[in-house]
């Protein structure tokens, strides 16, 4: 790839060494396998699985403590009636106070019993909970690790580096086999088509400009092409030096004909029917001390100055912005021989 080369978008233009970001990418991949590793033994001693929500009385060991407390606690309420049911016979006198007394006796201690299966159930749910904090704990490192074998493959597809889009090679400061970093430029590539053209109006204008409208320029290059395009972008600030207002416009240029760093002179065609005045490029004086230009009116064979203020030019004509209403009668030669009063002949009348 030399300087002056086409190339078209995604064309690879540069290969960087690549064997660290190869071991890089080899690290990433390793981790993020242990950390696959480490969520499924997790998941394992929990009893669950990817996606499933989470239910600690699933968790076998909650399960089975579950059941022990259900039923220690079933035998529980089991004795507390028995107690209950002797009891109200002593009273009655039918049985002794002896079996009561045993009686009670085993409902006291199926109590204990379901109080101790209670808590061992208890403690079942909250390991099955601290689990879970390890599932996800490892679903969270696995998630990381992913991330980063994504950067290290990025880091990897990086290493070939891509036109971006289709356009000319411009610059070229690398030569192959040199040392560079992720900073450095390899290359400039200038895209051609379309090509943006800046242009300044003065700030009489700068109320007419609007997105979208016409523009036809001319380069010294191909003086006698004509190039076309639209506005795309108008700068809301003026300039503070020139008091000019730059336009951005966009051209075609399919047969790379115009070039970047080329001057053009452009016309911003405005739409509808305004009224203009042109006079010949003749009849107009400028004077650069002042900064201002003028004509001569003809009025009953009399000359009249009149102060004027110009815009574009068109072939051999200039238009006048201000200092005539269109139709008036101007001087076209001899302009160094006449003054505001001087008597004329007007030829041809």
Partial sequence: MNVGDFV???QVIARLDDRDARLRLRQSVAAEHQAE??????QARLGSRSGE???PNEVPEAQAARQQYEAAEAQARLADKNAQRYANLVKTGDVASSVYDQALAQAETARAQANAAR???EAAVNSAHQSNQSVAAAQAALEAARAQTALAREALDNTIIRSPFAGYVSDRPVAPGESVSTTTKVATIQRLNPIKLQLQLPETDAGRAQIGMTV???VAAHPQLEFTGRVTAINPALDPASHAITVEARLDNPRALLRPGMFATA????SGGERAVFVPRSAVINDAATNSSRVFVIEDNVARVRVTQTAETENDLIRITSGLEGGEMIATSNLNQLFDGAAVTVYGQ
Avoid: D, E, M, V
Avoid at 37 to 42: E, F, G, K, S
Avoid at 267 to 270: Q, V
């Fill in 53 to 55: 929500a989470f239910n």
């Fill in 8 to 10: 078209r978008q995604g």
């Fill in 216 to 218: 036809t320029a001319k």
């Fill in 37 to 42: 590793a480490a969520l499924r033994q997790a």
């Fill in 119 to 121: 808590q061992q159930y």
């Fill in 267 to 270: 016309r911003l065609l405005i």
